[in-house]
């Protein structure tokens, strides 16, 4: 096999756009600034090529936008929803749940688990069973959740004083984010 220098100098240019990524950015946004740098961009956007870019970065904002706007939509929670079911009936979907069953469960062998029914009672009690972050009331419709104040991913246990009573929605908003309870009002 025979040396290639144009394949070899194309592979080496492609690696190191991808390791300086940072310092290209740097240096074009000062050439831009010079007077070659904007004669040149200048000469980019009129050409054919630059046309086509302009184009397609226009649509692809709109097309942004418009994303934006229908994520925040009562449409996109329905489709979310519905996706959401119709993907946990999947083999994939299924899979995905059993996978993070499983990894849950190896995670709660690994911790302290000593925490009791009636002192799950104890804390719902002790919170007027209320939401820890948004003070709603519990309700047939709005069931409380166990949140961890540390949670289990990120090494917390399963103990009373690791335990607040949470909404659904305010569970899945913390995700596995370590909140500082001074930092938190208590009513």
């Known amino acids: 096999m025979m040396f290639n220098r144009k394949e070899y100098m194309k592979e080496y240019?492609?690696?190191?756009?991808?390791?300086?990524?940072?310092?290209?950015?740097?240096?074009?946004?000062?050439?831009?600034?010079?007077?070659?740098?904007?004669?040149?961009?200048?000469?980019?956007?009129?050409?054919?090529?630059?046309?086509?870019?302009?184009?397609?970065?226009?649509?692809?904002?709109?097309?942004?936008?418009?994303?934006?706007?229908?994520?925040?939509?009562?449409?996109?929670?329905?489709?979310?929803?519905?996706?959401?079911?119709?993907?946990?009936?999947?083999?994939?979907?299924?899979?995905?749940?059993?996978r993070s069953q499983f990894k849950r469960q190896t995670k709660m062998k690994e911790i302290t688990n000593n925490l009791t029914y009636q002192e799950w009672l104890d804390i719902l009690e002790k919170y007027n069973y209320r939401c820890f972050y948004c003070n709603a009331e519990f309700e047939i419709e709005n069931m409380p959740t166990k949140d961890h104040i540390i949670p289990i991913s990120k090494g917390g246990n399963n103990t009373k004083d690791n335990i607040v009573p949470s909404c659904k929605s305010c569970n899945s908003k913390k995700h596995n984010k370590i909140l500082q309870l001074n930092s938190i009002s208590v009513n």
């Open 13 to 98: 240019n492609k690696k190191y756009r991808i390791n300086n990524i940072e310092k290209i950015s740097k240096y074009q946004k000062e050439y831009e600034k010079t007077e070659n740098g904007k004669l040149a961009k200048k000469k980019y956007n009129k050409s054919e090529k630059g046309k086509e870019n302009q184009k397609r970065a226009n649509i692809s904002e709109k097309g942004k936008l418009r994303h934006l706007k229908f994520r925040k939509s009562d449409k996109w929670k329905e489709y979310h929803n519905k996706w959401q079911k119709e993907y946990a009936k999947t083999e994939n979907g299924k899979a995905n749940n059993r």
